[in-house]
């Protein structure tokens, strides 16, 4: 079974950048689309960001023209660029499939955005 281990995340001031990386132990792409998702306390998790196997991109209001996905086939990563970080950023993010999460959800990576 595939597994997926995030990495990236930290605390950062308002206006930072972080890279998310998500390496999966198998082959994601073949798949479908992989998203990331995030969740802060008392929220329910939500899909942030999504890319296809066509390499089309959908992002989340909240995150669009702040937040870049992408991915290394040859890697088997996700990664989730962050620009512009905002306090409303902090949670844990993770990957999964998109739209619908069919892999074992991995422990996510912390991002705290705070001065």
């Known amino acids: 079974q595939v597994q997926l281990v995030e990495s990236g995340g930290g605390l950062v001031q308002p206006g930072g950048s972080l890279r998310l990386s998500c390496a999966a132990s198998?082959?994601?792409?073949?798949?479908?689309?992989m998203a990331w998702y995030r969740q802060a306390p008392g929220n329910q998790r939500e899909l942030v960001a999504a890319i296809t196997r066509g390499d089309s991109t959908y992002y989340a209001a909240s995150v669009k023209g702040r937040f870049t996905i992408s991915r290394s086939i040859a890697k088997n990563t996700v990664y989730l660029q962050m620009n512009s970080l905002e306090p409303e950023d902090t949670a844990a993010y993770y990957c999964?499939?998109?739209?619908?999460?069919?892999?074992?959800w991995g422990h996510g990576t912390q991002v705290t955005v705070s001065s």
């Open positions: 999964n499939t998109s739209p619908i999460p069919t892999i074992t």
């Open positions: 198998g082959n994601i792409f073949s798949i479908g689309a």
